[in-house]
């Protein structure tokens, strides 16, 4: 089953083309890892995905397409680079995960739309009952269940991606978008992240896509991967990417033609 399929899809601003007919699909389980230098256009194809931008084209998700995925945007988990939290912002690590539980009623509607397309929705927290109870489980999944009761502003920048992924988690998510989540992280950091994308995608075989620098992280945990920079260069297996030299050059010049061009 396509968990997500995109066909042709163009965004511009002002007349510049930021994404230019881009193509790719999301098989159900898959890690799709999505490599391409800074202003290749990876968190603005997200926007699209999210429903917070046009485009022309297609994107299609569990089979529905345009507006009538729209009903299914609450069960998209979204991780964003730069998590922006006041430091002084009055809750605890548990209100934070709170935010993302979704009312039964949302989560019935998706239900019977998911059921008709076919998909069998692997609900992680479903049989549990009480919210405490799956905010306490989505904590244990990213190994912070001893800091639930901690203030937000007391958090590490590690600790804080981790509450969003929680957060993310929740609300059983079908699909969990990672937008460069360890940016500005210690690589011990980015190694507990790593291991708890790696077991989330296993074990609960959510569906993700997460855009990333680290191609060593990529080349460990995705099963697939996508090469952009505003074009698509590549998409497939991952063996199949790491193993041509041509490719691998294509993204390192294209990285640092974009580095140069930033600075």
């Not at 997500?4 to 965004?11: A, G, M, W």
């Not at 999944?141 to 969003?164: M, P």
């Not at 260069?233 to 993204?251: A, I, M, R, V, W």
């Amino acid at each position: 089953m396509k968990a997500l399929e995109v066909s042709d899809v163009s965004i511009s601003y002002n007349g510049n083309l930021a994404i230019d007919k881009v193509n790719f699909d999301v098989n159900e389980g898959d890690l799709l890892g999505i490599v391409g230098p800074n202003g290749a256009g990876k968190t603005t194809l997200f926007r699209a995905i999210l429903g917070m931008q046009n485009y022309t084209g297609t994107i299609r998700m569990f089979g529905l397409e345009g507006k009538k995925y729209h009903a299914l945007l609450p069960l998209i988990g979204y991780v964003s680079q730069k998590v922006n939290f006041e430091q002084n912002f009055p809750a605890t690590v548990s209100e934070v995960v709170a935010m993302g539980l979704l009312p039964e009623k949302i989560l019935e509607k998706s239900q019977t739309i998911l059921q008709k397309s076919g998909f069998n929705w692997n609900r992680v927290y479903k049989k549990i009952n009480k919210n405490s109870d799956k905010i306490l489980e989505a904590l244990k999944a990213v190994n912070l269940e001893s800091l639930k009761d901690a203030r937000i502003g007391q958090l590490s920048g590690g600790q804080l991606q981790r509450v969003f992924i929680a957060k993310a988690l929740v609300k059983d998510p079908i699909l969990l978008i990672l937008d460069e989540p360890v940016t500005g992280v210690d690589v011990e950091t980015q190694t507990k992240f790593y291991n708890i994308i790696k077991k989330i995608n296993d074990e609960n075989k959510i569906t993700m896509v997460w855009s990333s620098h680290d191609l060593e992280a990529i080349a460990k945990l995705a099963n697939r991967v996508a090469c952009m920079n505003r074009k698509m260069f590549f998409h497939g297996q991952k063996e199949e990417f790491f193993s041509n030299e041509d490719l691998l050059k294509t993204y390192t010049e294209s990285a640092m033609q974009m580095h140069m061009h930033h600075h």
